[in-house]
């Protein structure tokens, strides 16, 4: 069976002694036959993490990257950046980037497409907002975000899908766990109708959204669910690796 992933965004926050202590920390108490544990820090502290968790089996990922190889590109960040630094994963089109700096299905689209051709997985954040969610849009929405966030070479091996409803992002509300089960076999069967069964069947599909340390259980023995990504409970160790014992 494919181990669960525990992805930790740490988002714009700590500094390099905080991402070193972070990071010691997990790789010297996370049991990766548990689960696999994935450290997404700032930018600026990728090189940090990474002489960190050295070969503890630990793994490393960017926030985001851009969609070209290289070029005039101001403050943004390529694939080969990532994979240079030693990272294997890439999020991308996390909510706070669509509303934050309006990146479009179609961004992320190109963003995936460059992360797996460069050889990254890439993390893809699709949910719907509180207000799809009261209208009763919230499986159309995600749907359509799976749909066209997706490029032709992504499959089972080079993506995974991480379900983050935006009202549960940061807020200490999450969804039952029937909401949880209904959008993670929708986005399932998305999956299938864009990619085929077989790697529909295959794809490891996260969820986030105020994951937490005594939630995480019920939130990962749930039908669909093949980890979590987790932003404010992953800037704690304590609270991180206790997710990942949670994992069935
Ligand atoms: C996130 O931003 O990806 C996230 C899930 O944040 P939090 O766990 O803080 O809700």
Redesign the pocket.
């Known amino acids: 069976m494919t181990r669960m992933l525990i992805a930790g965004?740490w988002?714009m926050n700590g500094d390099i002694s905080m991402a070193q202590n972070l990071a010691t920390t997990i790789a010297r108490e996370g049991d990766a036959s548990n689960c696999e544990y994935l450290l997404c820090p700032p930018f600026t502290a990728i090189q940090t993490v990474a002489a960190a968790i050295g070969d503890s089996g630990i793994s490393l990922g960017g926030q985001d990257c851009h969609a070209a190889e290289a070029g005039a590109h101001t403050g943004d960040i390529s694939v080969g950046m990532l994979t240079n630094l030693g990272c294997e994963y890439v999020i991308v089109g996390?909510?706070?980037r669509r509303s934050n700096h309006g990146e479009s299905n179609a961004d992320v689209k190109a963003k995936t497409k460059a992360a797996v051709e460069g050889g990254l997985t890439a993390i893809v954040?699709v949910g719907e907002s509180e207000a799809e969610r009261e209208s009763g849009d919230a499986l159309a929405v995600v749907g359509s975000q799976v749909a066209s966030s997706l490029p032709d070479a992504a499959s089972a091996t080079n993506t995974v899908m991480?379900y983050?409803p935006v009202w549960?992002?940061?807020?200490g509300k999450v969804p039952t766990v029937e909401q949880i089960a209904e959008m993670h076999i929708h986005i399932q069967s998305v999956l299938a109708q864009e990619l085929g069964n077989d790697s529909a069947k295959t794809f490891r599909i996260l969820y986030?959204?105020?994951?937490n340390a005594e939630n995480a259980d019920e939130i990962l023995r749930t039908d669909g669910v093949g980890g979590a990504?987790?932003?404010?409970?992953?800037l704690k160790a304590e609270s991180f690796l206790a997710i990942g014992r949670s994992c069935p």
Do not use: M, P, Q, R
Request: a negative charge.
């Open positions: 965004n988002k996390h909510s706070e954040c991480a983050e549960a992002i940061g807020t986030g959204g105020s994951v990504l987790v932003g404010g409970a992953s």
